[in-house]
């Protein structure tokens, strides 16, 4: 019968993903409470590091499908491995990170197991026995809890959270080779290479301060009132995903699960509401401060100082009283 | 190269909601239906691929009479035709096996969606379709080269600033990025002619679905309402200048 919790494992260049570490922190936790194991699944090529880095979490069995056919391979056949995997393991509940390859992974892998999947979610625990898990709804203004019912399966998507720190744990995990004939498997794509975004000239991994600005400035025309606050205050600026997508401002400057996760002492939103996509790369930072004239603005779930109002007022006023205080 | 666009009509504001009887799904007064962005993002990407490679495009949406909207909305941005399956669920399993038989009665040689609804934020449905049909797919593509040999080549986001480009037969599944092509705005002339335009539609037990099937089942919602705050967001509140000086006080401590 399904019992044991399964964390699929995300990894690249030999170093395990602090999503996935996070999951495993989770994880160990609800294995506990539940009474259960906590299994893990890392595929891929060359994984002794992976497998090495995933001592330590809490892990009571490592299971690794090494291939050369895992090196470069896509989301098809991933999905077809870990479903395979699944099947061997039969979990209660499969805990993926709701990064952009586990957004890919998780349907077919839920799919193929005929299991339902709870995506983009926020927290999972057991509540009086009873597996509960949250998630936004409508643009993430509204949270759901849902309650798995009892005996029922679940691949559990969560979003990348505050980080978790715990201590290594003295638990030594076992760790189970898997051999899957991954060339049988059928598959009608091929990843070609992995590419990186070229460095442009704007680095916001080294950025103290961070002016970025939203969908809410309306008109590319209007961007210089964030460029120059970002000036006054010495910072760099940057945006969210929407100012990229019409054109306004470059990739290089976007914060966000696809673009760069930053971490600055303060970081200023201006018109931006808040979209996961968003906190997921701004979330860590020392000092959020968040201005916006929704007040229901999913990014004041984050913000430790917040602004309900107008930005064409608040920004030039900040901008001023920064250039004033540079002259003084 | 034939095309079919899934997209999804989601309400602008939200009201009254609350948690059906049975528990299974969330109701609500949803006001002002509109395509999906990244939805619109994906069909914008099918009339690229049609303007240099022909073919036609189909548009099709799951829903009841309200999601008649966006079809034509579809239509008047350029599609050749547009289908409503007459299926309202917000279970993505269901949405996706509906879907899934939908396409299956279509002749297509690429799907393309947008990679998220806002209002149910799954983002399941495309990729668990392609699932079923036992086609190749990819998620938050942000290119799509169509190629002579049967095959799309797509680069798509892997996260952190990178990117994978994977080869794809054809047919495929493929869910785009938002900022795929830029949107284009449709002269309200267009969108009225479009009404004119005729819509199939597939009732359930044109998909040899019964409705049975089709419910929602393993879990149960107890809850919905506003974020709980982790932590309390200090609001600043006078005028901009003050708020300015405040604000100014909080950056300079922060460094």
């Known amino acids: 019968m399904a019992r044991d919790v399964l964390v699929l494992v995300e990894h690249s260049e030999g170093k395990v993903e602090s999503l996935t570490s996070q999951l495993l922190a989770i994880g160990s936790r609800l294995a506990k409470e539940m009474k259960v194991e906590l299994v893990a699944a890392a595929i891929g090529h060359r994984m002794e590091n992976v497998v090495e880095a995933l001592q330590g979490k809490g892990i009571d069995r490592i299971l690794v499908v090494d291939d050369p056919g895992l090196a470069l391979a896509g989301g098809e056949v991933q999905a077809h491995v870990f479903a395979e995997i699944g099947k061997q393991v039969e979990p209660r509940l499969v805990l993926v990170g709701y990064s952009l390859v586990g957004m890919e992974l998780t349907p077919a892998i839920a799919s193929k197991l005929r299991m339902n999947a709870l995506t983009n979610c926020v927290n999972i625990e057991l509540r009086d026995g009873v597996i509960t898990v949250t998630r936004p709804l409508f643009d993430g203004t509204i949270h759901a809890q849902i309650a798995l019912e009892e005996n029922a399966t679940a691949v559990v998507a969560l979003q990348k959270g505050p980080a978790i720190l715990t201590a290594p744990l003295a638990k030594k995990a076992v760790v189970q080779s898997i051999t899957i004939d991954v060339n049988s498997i059928p598959s009608r794509s091929r990843v070609l290479e992995i590419t990186e975004e070229p460095k442009g000239d704007v680095d916001l991994g080294k950025a103290e301060i961070i002016v970025a600005v939203g969908r809410g400035i309306g008109d590319q025309e209007k961007i210089h009132f964030t460029a120059e606050l970002a000036e006054a205050l010495g910072g760099t600026l940057a945006c969210s995903r929407p100012v990229v997508d019409v054109g306004w401002l470059p990739r290089e400057r976007q914060v966000g699960a696809s673009g760069k996760s930053v971490a600055p002492k303060v970081y200023v939103a201006c018109g931006i509401s808040g979209a996961i996509q968003h906190l997921t790369g701004m979330r860590d930072s020392k000092r959020i401060i968040a201005i916006n004239k929704d007040p229901n603005a999913p990014i004041f779930q984050v913000a430790h100082i917040g602004v309900v109002g107008d930005l064409f007022e608040i920004v030039p006023a900040l901008t001023k009283a920064a250039q004033e205080a540079q002259t003084r | ?255």
């Open chain 2, 1 to 255: 190269m034939n095309i079919v666009v899934c997209c999804k009509a989601v309400p602008g504001l939200v009201t009254d909601l609350k948690i059906g009887a049975d528990g299974k799904a969330i109701q609500y007064q949803g006001q002002l239906l509109a395509i999906n962005e990244c939805d619109e993002y994906a069909l914008e990407e099918a009339l690229a691929l049609k303007r240099s490679h022909g073919g036609q495009i189909t548009a099709i949406s799951m829903g009841n009479i309200k999601a008649l909207d966006i079809l034509y909305y579809a239509l008047a941005k350029g599609a050749d035709k547009a289908v409503r399956v007459d299926c309202e669920s917000q279970d993505p399993r269901v949405a996706s096996n509906v879907i899934a038989s939908a396409l299956g009665k279509l002749d297509f040689d690429l799907v393309l969606t947008g990679t998220q609804s806002r209002d149910t934020l799954g983002g399941q449905v495309g990729i668990a379709a392609a699932s079923l049909l036992g086609i190749p797919f990819a998620y938050a593509v942000v290119e799509v080269e169509a190629r002579e040999n049967n095959t799309v080549k797509v680069r798509k986001e892997l996260g952190g600033g990178r990117y994978a480009e994977v080869e794809l037969m054809l047919p495929a599944l493929l869910c785009v990025q938002t900022g795929i092509q830029p949107l284009t705005f449709v002269p309200p002339a267009r969108r009225i002619r479009a009404r004119q335009q005729p819509v199939a539609s597939f009732s359930l037990a044109d998909l040899g679905l019964q409705v049975d099937q089709l419910a929602p089942r393993g879990y149960r919602f107890i809850a919905v309402r506003p974020p709980e705050r982790t932590h309390q967001v200090e609001l600043l509140q006078g005028s901009p200048q003050e708020i300015a000086t405040a604000l100014l006080n909080k950056i300079r401590e922060s460094l």
